[in-house]
């Protein structure tokens, strides 16, 4: 098996109403890569889910749980080792107060 290091270079939570995050990576420079998938999980090492990347060096994790921290690490389709690994907790909405016909001001 053939190993190399993806760095996470960029991680950013798109749009916190639909509980997403964005994750970017270096572009393996071996000639006989066929793509990447995206592996993570509520624990580190224990990657419960993955995803296929094609061959894309970004992609978009959908309906990830709030509040929940997730573990994420990335391969080459030539079946590398896993990249070194990164978490990023979802964070919890921010809960604005309605007033209904009452002014919220004081």
């Known amino acids: 098996m053939k190993s190399f290091l993806i760095?996470?270079?960029?991680?950013?939570?798109?749009?916190?109403?639909?509980?997403?995050?964005?994750?970017?990576?270096?572009?393996?420079?071996?000639?006989?890569?066929?793509?990447?998938?995206?592996?993570?999980?509520l624990a580190s090492g224990n990657y419960t889910h993955n995803q296929?990347?094609?061959?894309?060096t970004l992609l978009t994790i959908y309906n990830m749980e709030k509040g929940k921290k997730y573990y994420f690490a990335v391969t080459a389709r030539?079946?590398?080792?896993?990249?070194?690994?990164?978490?990023y907790v979802i964070p919890n909405p921010i809960i604005k107060p309605t007033c209904g016909h009452l002014s919220c001001h004081q």
């Open 7 to 41: 760095a996470a270079i960029f991680l950013s939570v798109v749009n916190i109403s639909a509980e997403e995050v964005t994750l970017a990576w270096d572009r393996n420079t071996e000639r006989d890569v066929n793509g990447y998938t995206l592996y993570y999980g």
């Open 78 to 87: 030539i079946e590398s080792d896993y990249s070194d690994e990164i978490n």
């Open 52 to 56: 296929d990347a094609g061959n894309n």
